[in-house]
């Protein structure tokens, strides 16, 4: 099975990876390996928020070459050129960086739940899949914790068939 990467960048929590290397194990059919934590980049950093691409770009940097994608996890807040704050970026067949500062909940269920969703999410951009309209696709983009508890942990038929054949393409079943 191919390998993907994981990092955390800042600071590790073992339920946030042990939940991220699940979906990466179940829902990717790919070999996760915990790389280990990075420290934040600070170009582009603002008060109490990175950039989310310099930090994806870091980790991409230091993914060993035998790993086929990088995904990393962080507790900061995140922000994008274009958006004040993000759940989470992806490179399309590279990586994604997902932030759990806005997930938090006092249940873990819940936490744990949301974090499932927002690296299911990015991990279908990095194979290629688009936003989904449907509000209950977990390709949805989520504009807000309503919209990703809305959501499901799942992608809908139509997400599910374009997964499968970027799936195939890469040899991955
Ligand atoms: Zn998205
Ligand atoms: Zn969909």
């Known amino acids: 099975m191919a390998v993907?990467?994981?990092?955390?960048?800042?600071?590790?929590l073992p339920s946030v990876e042990e939940e991220t290397e699940k979906v990466i194990r179940e829902k990717f059919k790919l070999t996760p390996r915990f790389e280990g934590i990075v420290p934040p980049d600070s170009r582009g950093s603002r008060t109490s928020q990175l950039l989310a691409e310099v930090q994806l770009q870091n980790v991409l940097s230091l993914k060993p070459s035998d790993a086929l994608f990088a995904v990393a996890v962080t507790p900061y807040d995140l922000y994008s050129d274009s958006l004040n704050?993000?759940?989470?970026?992806a490179y399309p067949f590279k990586g994604g960086i997902v932030s759990y500062a806005r997930l938090l909940s006092e249940s873990t269920e819940l936490?744990?739940?949301?974090?499932?969703?927002e690296v299911t999410h990015e991990m279908g951009?990095?194979?290629?899949?688009?936003?989904?309209?449907?509000?209950?696709?977990?390709m949805h983009f989520s504009n807000s914790l309503a919209d990703t508890d809305y959501k499901s942990e799942d992608f809908c038929p139509l997400c599910k068939k374009k997964l499968a054949s970027a799936m195939k393409q890469l040899g991955l079943f």
Do not use: N
Not at 125 to 138: A, N, T, Y
């Open 4 to 12: 993907c990467s994981l990092f955390s960048v800042g600071v590790s």
């Open 85 to 89: 704050f993000v759940f989470g970026v």
């Open 111 to 117: 936490f744990l739940s949301r974090v499932r969703k």
């Open 125 to 138: 951009h990095v194979f290629g899949l688009s936003h989904c309209p449907d509000p209950k696709c977990v």
